[in-house]
């Protein structure tokens, strides 16, 4: 059937790029367009199985498919009980006249147009997050908008179907594993469905981040809400650290926050109250913490030496282990041993993780690097940070040999580059006992 959906003059005369999916995974095509913010069509063909997806400024508006199952007219007879001819026809006559199909077939036919959009937005959704699972195939995209697929109701934000793709991929995870016991069901079963009882954001977080959101506060109205002392001696031990990079020690809570920033400031916070959440795990959070703290030294100094974001590395790898903390709370109600426990805490603290990260309002970056550090070839953003992570949680456990595959993609091709962490992992371990120091 030709139609708006098929290749067409008018489609091949326009600009276009192309490639193999196995070089230009689908995710990475994606967030190209929303970030250019570019209008046009991209073509994804993987085996027998033809894709199209419209683009307007960055947003998806429009899909189609001549699949089983993925056609749209059918998906349209089903839903509202209309001939399949009529809504043929209206698809030639949208295409003939330039104009909107799905507004055309709401005139005509009486359908609301937010059902239809519904329609549509759902068999977007699904095409998008099964095609991001090709790991070969073609792609096209062009900058050719058939007018019939303008001025409709929907607008998709991919990144976030990207985002909830991920989420989709650990639910098939967790549920192949689901196999176990009873009582490792009921936590897989929680987490699948996402109905885990999140605990809220600690008081003093709130209150430093409403804060910290306020764009009338000075500095010394931002800080004037961090009257525990340990906290403050915290923030002054890590910023006088010798792996934090300052030169010249620092007197005063305010001079600490205008030199390690609000975003580090933010983070350190988070690990002081974090180190009060399960009082009954307070060895085992001590060793998270103390581990957390030294990927970030190490993330923060790695990123420094590349010419990167340091503070944001220091931040993410500060942050990452996060899921390990409330898993351990959320599991302590049931009757677990030590093995199956530490079995669900190493599969799950990512997801539990990101969830926890995202309810807090933690940046989009945070969240992507709290939910693939372990396996960062799985991240749909942030790549380059997620890399850094994982390569600094590797050398923080003194882990060899090391991914070359990461290495490779951060570029560190000296041999001898490791040589300054591997050589004073012992010097940072006492530092960071000194910083985490109660006293």
């Known amino acids: 059937m030709q139609t708006i959906f098929s290749d067409q003059n008018d489609e091949r005369l326009t600009r276009s790029i192309e490639g193999s999916l196995s070089l230009m995974p689908l995710a990475d095509l994606i967030q190209w367009i929303e970030t250019s913010k570019k209008s046009g069509t991209l073509i994804a063909s993987h085996e027998d199985c033809i894709r199209r997806f419209f683009f307007q400024n960055g947003r998806l508006i429009f899909v189609w498919c001549d699949r ?25 006559q949208a295409e003939q006249l330039g104009i909107s199909f799905v507004g055309l077939l709401s005139s005509e036919e009486g359908i609301p147009l937010e059902r239809l959009g519904g329609l549509i937005t759902t ?18 995209f062009n900058d050719f908008l058939p007018a019939a697929v303008l001025c409709g109701p929907v607008n998709i934000k991919p990144t976030q179907v990207l985002l909830d793709s991920t989420v989709q991929i650990d639910e098939a995870r967790l549920t192949e594993q689901s196999n176990l016991d009873p009582v490792l069901n009921e936590v897989y079963e929680l987490i699948r469905k996402g109905a885990i009882d999140i605990p809220p954001l600690p008081t003093e977080m709130q209150l430093l981040m409403d804060k910290i959101n306020n764009p009338g506060l000075t500095i010394d ?43 580090s400031l933010m983070s350190i916070v988070t690990v002081n109250a974090l180190s009060g959440f399960a009082p009954r795990h307070a060895e085992q959070i ?5 581990h957390s703290m030294m990927v970030g030294m190490i993330a923060k100094q790695l990123t420094r030496d590349m010419g990167g974001n340091h503070d944001q590395a220091f931040v993410c790898g500060l942050l990452h282990d996060i899921g390990w903390i409330v898993m351990l709370e959320m599991l302590s109600k049931y009757d677990l041993d030590r093995e199956k426990r530490d079995l669900l805490m190493h599969e799950h603290h990512e997801t539990l993780g990101a969830l926890v990260a995202k309810k807090w309002n933690f940046t989009e ?37 090391l991914s070359d595959d990461v290495v490779s993609a951060l570029s560190l091709h000296s041999e001898d580059w490791t040589t300054p962490f591997v050589d004073h992992l012992d010097e940072l371990d006492q530092e960071i006992n000194s910083i985490l120091s109660p006293q």
């Open 68 to 92: 089983e199952g993925e056609r749209l007219y059918e998906a349209i007879r089903d839903q509202f009980g209309l001939p399949m001819e009529r809504i043929l026809d209206a698809l030639k």
């Open 221 to 263: 109205q931002i800080i004037e809400c961090l009257t525990d002392p340990l906290l403050v001696s915290k923030i002054l031990r890590v910023c006088n650290s010798s792996f934090y990079g300052r030169r010249g020690k620092v007197d005063t809570l305010r001079d600490a926050v205008v030199y390690m920033g609000l975003k």
């Open 123 to 140: 068999l977007a959704e699904k095409s998008l997050t099964t095609s991001l699972a090709w790991r070969a195939g073609h792609f096209r």
């Open 365 to 401: 970056e945070i969240q992507e690097v709290i939910k693939c550090h372990h396996r960062p070839d799985r991240a749909q953003s942030y790549k380059n940070l997620v890399q850094i992570i994982y390569l600094s949680d590797q050398l923080a456990k003194n882990e060899q040999p």
């Open 286 to 290: 001590e060793q998270i913490l103390h």
